[in-house]
């Protein structure tokens, strides 16, 4: 059902704009960039949701972040994100929003540790005034044989 609504591809400049207003809403700073920016496009390929991946230097991908627009959310969008970049990267970190926990766990998330996480992705949490109310969680999972 999910393929019929949306499809995959990666971020176009002509996406910026739906992007920049979802991290807005969701509280985020605008991406740095479209590089390795997977967005979910409905049939008249307007973005309903995107996936950014930010690498270690170790090469390990992490997730920061995905973002779902709120009249998409429960149709799979999320998982879809998710698992296409978890199917090409292997294994996926990231740290989740006190309120997405369950969404990851329910995707076979376990929680990590904080130095399992990229400097990069924690400086955000690092920073952040409302860390004590959003209650971020380092999660990560990798690619189970047979999956």
Same mark, same amino acid.
């Given at each position: 059902?999910?393929?019929?609504?949306?499809?995959? #591809?990666?971020? +176009? $400049?002509?996406?910026?704009?739906?992007?920049?207003?979802?991290?807005? =809403?969701?509280?985020?700073? /605008?991406? *740095?960039?479209?590089?390795?920016?997977?967005?979910?496009?409905?049939?008249?390929?307007?973005?309903?949701?995107?996936?950014?991946?930010?690498?270690?230097?170790?090469?390990?991908?992490?997730?920061?972040?995905?973002?779902?627009?709120?009249?998409?959310?429960?149709?799979?969008?999320? #998982?879809?994100? +998710? $698992?296409?970049?978890?199917?090409?990267?292997?294994?996926?970190?990231? =740290?989740?929003?006190?309120? /997405?926990? *369950?969404?990851?766990?329910?995707?076979?998330?376990?929680?990590?540790?904080?130095?399992?996480?990229?400097?990069?992705?924690?400086?955000?949490?690092?920073?952040?005034?409302?860390?004590?109310?959003?209650?971020?969680?380092?999660?990560?999972?990798?690619?189970?044989?047979?999956?």
């Amino acid at each position: 059902m999910a393929e019929e609504l949306f499809t995959l #591809r990666p971020a +176009v $400049e002509g996406d910026r704009e739906l992007i920049d207003r979802y991290t807005y =809403v969701e509280g985020m700073d /605008s991406l *740095p960039s479209l590089e390795n920016v997977i967005v979910a496009a409905n049939a008249d390929d307007e973005c309903v949701g995107f996936l950014r991946l930010a690498f270690s230097d170790a090469g390990v991908a992490h997730v920061n972040p995905v973002v779902v627009y709120s009249a998409w959310r429960g149709y799979g969008v999320g #998982r879809a994100l +998710v $698992e296409d970049a978890l199917a090409r990267c292997g294994e996926l970190r990231l =740290v989740a929003r006190g309120k /997405s926990i *369950p969404f990851y766990r329910a995707l076979g998330f376990a929680e990590a540790t904080w130095e399992d996480i990229a400097p990069g992705v924690t400086e955000d949490c690092d920073n952040c005034d409302a860390r004590e109310e959003c209650g971020p969680l380092p999660m990560v999972r990798a690619e189970r044989k047979g999956e």
